[in-house]
Every structure is written in structure tokens, then in C-alpha cells.
């Protein structure tokens, strides 16, 4: 197979490293990539919603997978795209069709699914510029604390918490009125806080069955002890220590079956991954988010315990088989600490130079995310830079090993969080 992978993040080199090992990976294209990714593949000067450049390349290069990595691509119709074009329609898109992809596009879309599917998740409503008015009443009425949520894809960072309800007026405005994240925030969920510990579930789907994977969760916020304002994730672990064998039954009973089964119900195209992020609310599961592809950091720690061969796995989905697989995974924690850019997340800067990277190793792998190679050394390009991932048998010994590498890695303002994990060891 000729594979081409849309993307330039740490989950991008994660799974490149993974497509690598195939016995069915011919070939390995990514677009755009990172210096990471170039090591298991060949980059390409494509951005991943540039389709016309991606169909030449296609074309051109008799690619038999496309694998998006990120949501941009899904959420802008990668996959009826390649339906509609008559060049294209042979080739498989490893993901969901655009209205599968507005399960992440659109919170306000994805909440009308779990009411419509009785999937458990907070009581919300959803407000915009014609019923502001309303909007801002119901917020100065509303319990604390309140949710904000930008209803379309904001990078990660559309989702405000706040204890004071003027506070929350203020920040409701900002989103509606001054668009503080452009047209995402033209419509506005306020959810109900819930209160419990959150974790997340990934599924691989062929639109009728599905095989979940290693369970992981990740840490948002750029501050120890979980403080600070959110990022696109600082650190994870997998497995979960408390989704035992119980909790994850409820899960399926509760939110992954009638998920998959309310798409197909619906007649919504969806084959690819589905990330559940949920919450943990006294035992009792609930759904804050869906994302339409794998998430980052948790990538690098569930790819890494994943035992199987992935295009196995994705041949199993495109032929509709995939409830033929048996999901294998390493008994070993994986933890992944992310090193970013200082000032992250908000201004930064790239073009520090980075030393020390070790080598892959059997028990470590290092993912990198924003990089790029330039005369012979590799750079700082992005605000998330790098991802230590390690395995061990326990938690704080893997924990540890990823945070001697964190310390050993070097680069001018390097940051990371040293409490990755902290509620489990």
C-alpha cells in the first residue's frame, strides 16, 4: 500500500512510526509532517485542506490510503470529496464523512445526537447572536461554575470555565460579539459543570461494528496540579487505572454502542476513529466531548501499546471486517510529557535549535510535533515541540524515564510539566 498521512503533528509521527512497521506499507507519504515523520516517510509541501494539491498527488502517485490525521481535513469534507470525484473514488479516507466529522465541528450538532441517542452528557443550551439577549439572562441565573464552549473548532482552547457569572457574561460576549475564535464562536454551548476525574476512549468503527483501544488520559492545562490556561495537551497515560473492566462495560452499554449505532441509524458515513472524551461522575459515565480522529498527546501513549499491525486494521475497516479483528495490547503504562515552546500557549517563539534527542528504544520513543530540519539541525516550530514517551510496567517508573528525558533534552525555553499523572502514583 501507498500510504498518505495528512499532518504535522506528534500523533502524525506517532502513526507514521506505527504504518511504518506494516507489512502491507509500500510507501509512506506525509503532508506536511515534521522532522520526525521524515524519519519513517517522505514529507510533502501539502497543507492537509489543500485537496486539489492532495488529489494530484493522489493521482500522480497511485496512493491506495489516505489517513487524516487531524480534523481540519474531516471537518472540510476530505472524504466526500474523494467520493465525488470520479480520479479519487477508489482510493479509502480513513475517517468520517463531513456530517460523521460534525460530531467535533459542531458542539451544539454533537449534543443534539447524544439527547436524540440518549448518550449521557451535561445539560446544556446553545445561544448565538439572534437570541444573545436570552444568552446573557441565563448566564447571570446559571449555577457555578459555568462552561463555555465555542460550538466550532477553535484548536483546543474554546472551552472557558469560569466562577463568576459577570465574568462569564464578559467572556460570552467576547466569543458572540468580538468573535474571540473567529467563526467558532458565533454559536456558544453553556454546558453544566460536572464534577468527577476525565479520561479518553478511542474506537476504530467501520460504520456498524467497532474495537476499542487502550484507554487514555491527557492533561490540559500549562500549569502543575492543573492550573493555568488550557493548551492542545501537556501530557498523558494509558491505560486509565480506574476504566477497569466494570466501568469500561458501562462505557460501551452507555455511550460507544449507541454512538455507533445512532450514526448508522442516521445514515452518517463514518469509518475512522472516534474519540469519546468523557468524565467520571461517581462511577457513572458521561460524554463532555467526540473528536472525528485520535487525539494529541494521547496518541503517542495508545498507538505505542497498540500491538497490532494499523493497516491491518484500516484494510479490516475499508472492507468492512473489522469485526473479524482482535485488539492486542501491551500489558506495559505508557506516559508521554510534552515539551513546549516557552510562552505557550500563547505567543512564542520558533527557530530554537534542539539537542539531545535519544534514539528509539524498546522502552522510550521521542514523537516530534512542532519541528522542522533546516542545515543539518532540527528547530523549534510550533508551540508544542516534542513528546517523551516511555513504557514500564508501573506508572511511576515510566513517569520517571519520561521526565529524565525531558531534562535531558535541550532547547532555549523549553517548559514542561514534571506532575504528569499525578492523582495515580
Known amino acids: 500500500m501507498k500510504i498518505l498521512l495528512l499532518g504535522s503533528g506528534g500523533r502524525e509521527h ?24 521524515a524519519q519513517y516517510g517522505q514529507n510533502l509541501d501539502i497543507a492537509v485542506s489543500d485537496f486539489e494539491k492532495i488529489k494530484s498527488f493522489c493521482v500522480e502517485n497511485a496512493i491506495s490510503l489516505v489517513v487524516p490525521g487531524s480534523e481540519e481535513p474531516l471537518v472540510k469534507g476530505i472524504y466526500d470529496y474523494f467520493q465525488q470525484d470520479a480520479a479519487l473514488q477508489h482510493i479509502p479516507v480513513m475517517g468520517p464523512s463531513a456530517l460523521g466529522a460534525q460530531l467535533e465541528g459542531s458542539k451544539a450538532f454533537a449534543k443534539q445526537f447524544m439527547q436524540r441517542h440518549n448518550i449521557p452528557t451535561a445539560a446544556y443550551r446553545e445561544f448565538s447572536e439572534e437570541n444573545y439577549e436570552e444568552g446573557v439572562a441565563y448566564l447571570r ?136 472524551g468523557l468524565i467520571n461522575v461517581n462511577g457513572e459515565p458521561f460524554v463532555i466531548e467526540y473528536n472525528c480522529r485520535m487525539g494529541d498527546p494521547e496518541t503517542e501513549v495508545v498507538i505505542p501499546r497498540l500491538q497490532n499491525d494499523l493497516l491491518e486494521l484500516f484494510k479490516a475497516v475499508q472492507e468492512g471486517q ?86 535531558i533534552i535541550d532547547f532555549e525555553g523549553k517548559y514542561y510539566r514534571r506532575d504528569i499523572g499525578y492523582e495515580f502514583v
Open 141 to 276: 441565573s446559571h449555577t457555578l461554575p459555568i462552561v463555555l464552549k465555542a460550538d466550532g473548532l477553535a484548536a483546543g482552547k474554546g472551552v472557558v470555565i469560569l466562577n463568576d457569572r459577570e465574568e462569564a457574561v464578559v467572556e460570552f460576549s467576547q466569543m458572540i460579539k468580538d468573535a474571540k475564535f473567529g467563526d467558532a464562536s458565533k454559536t456558544v454551548v453553556v454546558e453544566q459543570f460536572l464534577t468527577g476525574i476525565e479520561l479518553s476512549v478511542f474506537v476504530l468503527t467501520d460504520g456498524h461494528s467497532y474495537k476499542i483501544l487502550p484507554t487514555a488520559k491527557d492533561y490540559k492545562r500549562i500549569g502543575e496540579g492543573d492550573t493555568g490556561l488550557n493548551t492542545g495537551g501537556m501530557g498523558a497515560v494509558s491505560p486509565v487505572p480506574f476504566a477497569d473492566q466494570a466501568f469500561m462495560a458501562l462505557v460501551e452499554d452507555r455511550v460507544i454502542r449507541p454512538t455507533v449505532s445512532g450514526l448508522e441509524k442516521e445514515n452518517i458515513v463514518y469509518n475512522g476513529f472516534i474519540f469519546f
Open 322 to 407: 473489522l469485526s473479524s479483528q482482535t485488539i492486542y495490547e501491551d500489558a506495559r503504562v505508557a506516559t508521554t510529557v510534552m515539551l513546549v515552546a516557552k510562552g505557550y500557549p500563547e505567543a512564542y517563539e520558533k527557530g530554537k535549535v534542539i539537542s539531545n534527542i535519544p534514539a528509539p528504544t524498546q522502552d522510550q520513543l521521542v514523537f516530534q510535533a512542532g519541528t522542522k530540519a533546516a542545515g543539518g539541525e532540527i528547530l523549534t516550530n510550533g508551540g508544542r515541540v516534542l513528546t517523551v514517551t516511555s513504557l514500564a510496567t508501573d506508572l511511576g517508573i515510566a513517569l520517571t524515564h519520561s521526565r529524565q528525558t525531558a531534562e
Open 14 to 37: 506517532a502513526l507514521a512510526w506505527k504504518m511504518a512497521q506494516s507489512t502491507y506499507c509500500e510507501q509512506l507519504f506525509i503532508a506536511p509532517g515534521n522532522a520526525g515523520t
